[in-house]
């Protein structure tokens, strides 16, 4: 019995291995930059008579945005582990509820609906342990923001 599990199992990856060779992966392509040309113009008013017309203005600019993955940039990417953050990566990654700024209103609604009870205010002194561990975005340090870092104060 396990002999044939292992055959069967082996024939599977077999072909799974002929598919991927015969072109099923391809390389993901990355977007390096995207540019934007704009311009603008305004019309000219025509002059009383005898006197010349003011002639119109043009303007063009150009914007350029560039691509970052993980704070890398997208020009910089070589292979998948640098614009991955899953199984397999070497890029190391802490998962905490504390960081997903999407929490901050439903924590907030938590605290508000919890006042009467005490336990979020205890002392005069916010207990956000008591609900999250201190995991929570309403504990992260904005002092350190300004400098793109995000740590749980």
């Known amino acids: 019995m396990k002999r044939s599990l292992k ?3 082996t024939a599977f990856e ?4 002929a598919l991927v060779r015969g072109g099923l992966a391809r390389h993901v392509a990355v ?6 040309n704009e311009s603008s113009a305004t019309a000219g008013t025509p002059g009383a008579e005898g006197t010349s017309a003011t002639p119109g203005t043009s303007s063009s600019s150009s914007r350029t945005y560039r691509n970052y993955l993980y704070g890398k940039p997208g020009a910089d990417i070589s292979k998948a582990e640098d614009c991955s953050i899953v199984r397999g990566s070497s890029l190391a990654v802490e998962a905490n509820r504390g960081y997903d700024v999407s929490n901050s ?4 609604s938590l605290l508000q609906n919890d006042l009467p ?3 979020c205010f205890p002392g005069g002194k916010p207990a956000a342990m008591s609900f999250w561990g201190n995991n929570t975005p ?3 340090d904005v002092s350190r923001s300004n400098e793109g870092i995000m740590t749980l104060q």
Do not use: F, Y
């Open 7 to 9: 055959d069967a199992n």
């Open 31 to 36: 977007g390096l930059t995207h540019s934007i």
């Open 138 to 140: 309403l504990k992260l």
């Open 117 to 119: 009870n005490g336990r």
């Open 105 to 108: 209103q439903s924590d907030v």
């Open 14 to 17: 077999d072909s799974i291995d």
